[in-house]
């Protein structure tokens, strides 16, 4: 059985039973915790497979995406609920969903965080979520461009979400988002960097001086043409992920 559940609690709670998949987790728990504008349209859904009432997966629609952990109980039923969300960017976790999509396999990548020394003067927190927004969406259709401003503008108005900004002449170039949504991990949703200023090694410092809580795992999604950049970050992939279109 798969129901709408808008109890935060509960809903927090179901995130631990998926230790393995961090980043749709985290990604679950940042949204949960942030989600509050007019703007949104945000919906949270708990699926139940045996007699103990035992939460099998959690899925997240977000806008125009959509995050599922995904149990491997009760597989159809997901893969039919799952299938209603079109026109929707869909993130899953569990491998079986290829055997019914056609899905792009995405790694995520971790890493443990330790301090570093920063003596770059062209590094510092991003204040402007329309900066940020210009920056990262210049190709973007109008639609998700309008939904990653506000989104963003929201996270990091509440504190939900950093946003670490590489500037040249005074003009941003790059970036690193991260949020503090869990003791534990701490998600990196984008990375970008304009293409002028590819190759020159700017995202790397950048993640840098995100990545300094040595309390923390810093977690992001890439595809594998990215995977050995993050290497030589020192990043580690440890998931998979699988992306599709409905």
Do not use: W
């Not at 629609?61 to 109980?73: P, T």
């Not at 973007?140 to 929201?154: G, P, Q, R, V, W």
């Not at 970036?175 to 190759?199: A, C, K």
């Amino acid at each position: 059985m798969i129901s709408l559940c808008n109890d935060k609690i509960v809903l927090l709670n179901s995130l631990d039973c998926f230790k393995d998949s961090a980043f749709i987790r985290e990604n679950i728990r940042l949204y949960l915790l942030s989600y509050g504008t007019k703007y949104d349209f945000c919906q949270f859904f708990l699926q139940y497979c045996d007699e103990n009432n035992s939460v099998t997966s959690v899925v997240m629609r977000y806008n125009s995406q959509v995050y599922a952990l995904l149990g491997d109980k009760c597989i159809d039923e997901s893969v039919s609920f799952i299938s209603g969300f079109t026109d929707c960017e869909i993130i899953v976790d569990n491998s079986l969903f290829n055997e019914y999509f056609k899905a792009e396999t995405c790694y995520v990548m971790h890493k443990r965080g330790i301090k570093s020394k920063n003596d770059c003067v062209k590094i510092k927190l991003a204040e402007s979520a329309s900066s940020v927004a210009k920056l990262v969406t210049k190709d973007y259709e109008k639609e998700k461009a309008d939904d990653f401003f506000l989104n963003t503008a929201h996270q990091m108005r509440h504190g939900f979400l950093s946003v670490a900004g590489f500037y040249e002449d005074d003009k941003l170039v790059s970036v690193v988002s991260f949020s503090d949504s869990s003791l534990e991990f701490s998600l990196v949703p984008f990375v970008f960097t304009d293409n002028y200023f590819r190759g020159k090694g700017i995202a790397s410092k950048l993640l840098s001086f995100v990545c300094q809580d040595s309390k923390k795992n810093y977690v992001l999604l890439c595809q594998k043409h990215n995977v050995e950049f993050y290497k030589k970050c020192g990043f580690e992939q440890k998931e998979l992920c699988y992306r599709f279109i409905l």
